[in-house]
């Protein structure tokens, strides 16, 4: 599988379909044919979006139908779309589609997406049986890293006593040295963190995916892929990270997730 973002099916709009249609299908990730899905599922759209099941030979889509009147992409959208997603990883292996993914009708779905993709799309499920994605998030605590910081750095004290109390026009020049010499030293300590995080959850994982800092302040920000029956591993692993750390860097495991970061769907229509 490759460790890119799952790529979305095209665009429905009401030029595509003659200037008259006013819904579309949107996609939301392909799963083994014999899923089911509960009548309560909703989707994209609300409490109108029932969540379907599209079927083509051993594998299905799922989807949902969409007024193409409504805007596309609000924050509770993303909410909807990922949820589905992720509910739907913790119980059977699912392929995501990107966020956005709409086509003109059940038709579409089969023809452009299911049916070209029909063989990859079954080997990649089964890769996945039995498997999901999880997310370590560590933040440094910010006075924290800072005395380290200082204690490596003594020049940055005696820099910032030297500017105490001056006009901040006379002391810019000093002051955005001081930031880049933090920004380099937490650059510096994130390299070498999240390479201990990684060492660590290797034996555990079947894959795994360097994400870029979401906070100045990150730790270590990493996708893993793993059997769903070693999430107690994980956590054990974590939990000894976490006790080394305690009151330098926070960390969070997220998941089940859907494998975000370990495959790749293709664009409805392509070949």
């Known amino acids: 599988m490759s460790t890119s973002e799952a790529t979305g099916a095209r665009q429905a709009s009401g030029d595509e379909q003659g200037g008259t249609a006013r819904t579309g299908t949107y996609v939301?990730?392909?799963?083994?044919?014999?899923?089911?899905?509960?009548?309560?599922?909703?989707?994209?759209?609300?409490?109108?979006?029932?969540?379907?099941?599209?079927?083509?030979?051993?594998?299905?889509?799922?989807?949902?139908?969409?007024?193409?009147?409504?805007?596309?992409?609000?924050?509770?959208?993303?909410?909807?779309?990922?949820?589905?997603?992720?509910?739907?990883?913790?119980?059977?292996?699912?392929?995501?589609?990107?966020?956005?993914?709409?086509?003109?009708?059940?038709?579409?779905?089969?023809?452009?997406?299911?049916?070209?993709?029909?063989?990859?799309?079954?080997?990649?499920?089964?890769?996945?049986?039995?498997?999901?994605?999880?997310?370590?998030?560590?933040?440094?605590?910010?006075?924290?890293?800072?005395?380290?910081?200082?204690?490596?750095?003594?020049?940055?004290?005696?820099?910032?006593?030297?500017?105490?109390?001056?006009?901040?026009?006379?002391?810019?020049?000093?002051?955005?040295?001081?930031?880049?010499?933090?920004?380099?030293?937490?650059s510096a300590k994130r390299d070498a963190d999240t390479q201990a995080v990684i060492e660590a959850v290797t034996p555990i994982c079947t894959l795994t995916s360097l994400r870029d800092p979401s906070h100045e302040l990150d730790a270590v920000h990493l996708a893993v892929l793993i059997e769903t029956d070693r999430q107690g591993d994980l956590e054990a692993a974590l939990g000894k990270l976490a006790e080394r750390w305690a009151d330098r860097v926070a960390l969070r495991l997220l998941g089940p997730l859907a494998p975000y970061d370990f495959t790749v769907a293709p664009s409805a229509g392509e070949s």
């Open 28 to 186: 939301y990730g392909i799963v083994p044919s014999d899923v089911e899905v509960s009548d309560d599922a909703r989707g994209v759209g609300g409490e109108s979006a029932k969540v379907d099941v599209i079927r083509h030979g051993e594998i299905a889509a799922l989807v949902s139908e969409l007024s193409l009147d409504r805007p596309l992409g609000t924050p509770n959208d993303l909410v909807a779309h990922e949820g589905l997603l992720d509910a739907t990883a913790a119980e059977v292996p699912v392929l995501p589609i990107r966020f956005g993914a709409v086509v003109t009708g059940p038709e579409a779905v089969v023809d452009e997406l299911l049916a070209p993709h029909h063989d990859d799309f079954l080997s990649a499920l089964r890769e996945l049986e039995g498997k999901a994605q999880y997310v370590i998030k560590g933040r440094y605590v910010e006075q924290t890293v800072l005395r380290e910081i200082m204690h490596e750095h003594p020049e940055l004290a005696d820099l910032r006593e030297q500017i105490r109390n001056q006009p901040e026009e006379v002391t810019r020049d000093a002051r955005i040295s001081i930031g880049e010499t933090v920004n380099q030293a937490i």
